[in-house]
Nanobody, 116 residues
């Protein structure tokens, strides 16, 4: 059973920054593309950013985070990260990691609250 554990969320003021982490276990992590998703109250879960199995420059972002968020990964540690800058109140959500095709069971996510 694949296990995904997200961390790093918290309360931050508008304009602030956070770095989220996702630890993946029981998979051949380096063989898979990975992605971050988010779900705000009352909304559907949406794709935020994706990164190819090899990392590097093969990344993609939702329009609403382009230029503010950066996805990266460390295959040696089975970790994927989301660096979030210039945070806005509308970024408030629970953030999750998974494969781009959502093939694995969801972790508990990590809550990001952007508020003054």
């Amino acid at each position: 059973q694949v296990q995904l554990v997200e961390s790093g969320g918290g309360l931050v003021q508008p304009g602030g920054s956070l770095r989220l982490s996702c630890a993946a276990s029981r998979i051949a992590f380096s063989a898979y593309d990975m992605a971050w998703y988010r779900q705000a109250p009352g909304n559907q879960r949406e794709l935020v950013a994706g990164i190819s199995w090899s990392g590097g420059s093969t990344t993609n972002y939702a329009d609403f985070v382009k230029g503010r968020f950066t996805i990266s990964r460390d295959n040696a540690k089975n970790m994927v990260y989301l660096e979030m800058n210039s945070l806005k109140p509308e970024d408030t959500a629970v953030y999750y990691c998974n494969a781009p095709d959502r093939r694995w069971s969801w972790g508990k996510g990590t809550l990001v609250t952007v508020s003054s």
